[in-house]
């Protein structure tokens, strides 16, 4: 005699759909029920959840990507920290810090800002001008925080150096005395190898104690580098400017056997001035030096009494040109 079937009919009502089950053999099947239940639960919780965004820190980048330099004291008695700093998408940079730490001494925070936009960009103009010596790492901590208190630091390093007993400029561009397009016209040692504007509203008036050298390309003399004293070339060419200088430094010139490969190896290995501290300026001197050349170099000795050399890179071919050089000067 076969046994009857048991069959059981129940209702339930499961996030607002009634469901209407069957059950045949309810003690056997109650297991396949509850895992498709639970399954069910499980792919609606899965499929509900949220999709999660991750958001990236700011980006710093300082100087351009350098981390490190060295810097001449003798030469620069400041830093200069070129930032940008670039906070995730829809955020924006909440604070802007940099900290100060050199050897020796407590950290201390140089600059702060809370410019709340996507993106910054900052400089700063760092004086150290006696706090640190020869051979000291100075550190800064750049550091930027968004508004989600996200935070970046950058670390730049500054290692100074103190060359023995010569200054290096840069490179040096003057126009000749038509040249419209480079406006400085003039050259000192003083403060850091300065350049100056001529006319009314120029520099060079006002600070014609520090004035050097005068540039200019004449017709017989070509390109030329003369005293602020020399009355056959530079009053001359500049005879309406150098007139209202108070201060006329007499600079004296001579031609010297240095070439320009020796100039480079002065300026970049040996860096003292044995080379050129002994040429003799109290006899056959000139206030001029006239049509200079590419490579050219020449020595001088300035109304204070510092000695040093020039080197010619570029020349001009008329009074409309310019002359691009890197001048070596005793410390």
Known sequence: MKKALNYVTFYFDFFGIKFDICRTYM????????TMMLLGIALTFTSCKKDETTVAAPTVTVNGGNTSIELDLAITKQVTIDIKAVAGTDR?????????????SSTIKIYT???DKNEVTYSHQDSIAGMVSANVTVTYSITA??????????IFTVKFIQTNNILTSSTVVLGAQSNTTVEYKFL????????????????AKANSEKIDFVYYYGNTD???????????GAQVIW???IASWTTKNDTKFKATTITASQFDVIKDNTKVDDSFKNIDFNTATVSKMTDLKNNDVISFQTASGKKGLIKFLTTASDNQGSATLVVISQD
């Open 239 to 241: 005879s309406s400017e």
């Open 92 to 104: 924006t940079i909440k604070t802007l810090t940099i900290d100060r730490a050199i050897p020796g």
């Open 145 to 154: 925080t968004d508004n989600k208190d996200l935070v970046t630091t950058q």
């Open 27 to 34: 003690k056997n099947n109650i297991i396949r029920t509850s």
């Open 222 to 232: 070509k390109n030329s580098f003369a005293s602020p004293t020399n009355t056959d």
């Open 188 to 203: 000192g040692i003083a403060n850091n190898f300065a350049s100056y504007t001529a006319g009314a509203t120029g520099t």
């Open 113 to 115: 800002a809370s410019p």
